[in-house]
């Protein structure tokens, strides 16, 4: 039988969970893995093998925190040998100028930091972790007198986005090539958050504002991606590019997933890389197939003309907010439960509250 599936374009290892910081948006999932659960390097190196032979161009190492597995300069190296490019996401707080030297020797491509806020008390604030922001600034600085190709990354929300231009100037001023100003979605950790983080139409409305001028101002230096929040938009995001379509996430743990917070999902069993291949699991895993393409779609999704462009939107999003991951997105206007988006807005506190840190002493929290 003819294979008709493309392989996908990037593979995302999220090399662990841990991590310094305590982001109250966390996109990782609400139980997290203990690092005697996670890939060993024999098996990680295996995976990137399997990878580059199935046609995956990009290499996302991430997390948590990736610098702090012992052998990332390693699996950085068996890309580069692989000949895939590799970016590292990482907050930076680890990221010093000797590792960034080991790690451009390896091969790395590119580096993504991600940023709090630009004002410093407010970003160790929400990133919970002192400090964390000047340094942040020094390992980008570093980044660039590496020779490293940077993007910087500032997730934005009802706390920080008063920031926003001075976040433009410090992706400026670092000479960064690229910087992602992302609202919050409210997936994993984020959710049970929502109210501490989710703008206001009119703040949201002055954001856009702001990167729109930054864009005409910047042009040709600085690339400034967008990405707008679902709960004010009339239709979703084409989350991941669509459901096993360009990307595959492999957990600390060894599950492969379609999208970094599919594992919440009830009823799907994700296989683990330990047990198949990255290529069987891409081509035949249930899971992968069971939201690819259109033929899962309900009403209003199956006659619509947008089902190849955002792909239904977020299965996440509609898992979380309706327990049925075959629903329509409901941050959709035209999904039949859209209304619950519409309440989450219209509930939103005129005072933000404290937000709810992980605390990683909770057992609930943590999973073999
Ligand atoms: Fe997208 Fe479905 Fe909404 Fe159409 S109905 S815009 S395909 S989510
Ligand atoms: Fe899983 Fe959107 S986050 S499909």
């Given at each position: 039988m003819v294979n008709t599936i493309d392989p996908p374009m990037g593979l995302v290892a999220e090399l662990t969970h841990r991590c310094p910081l305590q982001c109250p948006y966390c996109a990782n999932p609400v139980a997290l893995h203990r690092s005697g659960a996670e890939l060993d390097t024999a098996t990680w190196r295996r995976v990137l093998h399997e990878a580059a032979a199935l046609g995956v161009l990009q290499l996302h190492l991430s997390g948590g925190e990736p610098t702090v597995r012992k052998d990332l300069v390693e699996l950085v190296r068996a890309a580069a040998a692989l000949g895939l490019y590799s970016n590292l996401i990482t907050s930076g707080v680890l990221l010093d100028a000797p590792l960034l030297q080991r790690l451009v020797q390896a091969g790395l491509d590119h580096v993504q930091i991600s940023l709090q806020d630009a004002d410093p008390g407010n970003a160790d604030r929400i990133g919970g972790f002192a400090g964390g922001h000047a340094r942040k600034l020094t390992a980008a600085r570093a980044a660039r007198q590496a020779g490293l190709a940077l993007t910087l990354n500032f997730v934005v929300h009802r706390q920080n986005l008063t920031q926003l231009p001075a976040m433009l100037d410090i992706a400026e001023v670092l000479g960064a090539g690229r910087v992602e100003i992302a609202h919050v979605q409210?997936?994993?950790?984020a959710l049970p958050n929502r109210d501490a983080l989710l703008p206001s139409r009119a703040e949201l409305d002055r954001a856009t504002a702001t990167v729109e001028a930054a864009r005409q101002r910047l042009k040709g230096r600085l690339v400034i991606d967008y990405v707008v929040p679902d709960y004010h938009a009339r239709r979703p995001k084409a989350c991941m590019g669509g459901w096993g379509r360009r990307f595959i996430t492999v957990t600390p743990a060894g599950k492969a997933l379609p999208c970094h917070v599919a594992e919440s999902l009830a009823g799907l069993a994700f296989p683990s890389v330990r047990e198949q291949s990255l290529a069987a699991i891409w081509h035949d895993a249930p899971a992968f197939a069971r939201f690819r393409g259109t033929s899962w779609m309900p009403e209003p999704c199956r006659s619509c003309d947008r089902r190849e462009i955002d792909w239904g939107g977020c299965r996440c999003q509609a898992f979380a907010l309706t327990g049925d991951a075959s629903r329509t997105d409901p941050a959709c206007e035209k999904s039949p439960d859209h209304a619950t988006i519409l309440a989450a807005v219209a509930a939103r506190s005129t005072t933000p509250p404290d937000f709810t840190y992980r605390r990683y002493t909770n057992a609930r929290e943590i999973v073999d």
């Open positions: 409210y997936h994993g950790w």
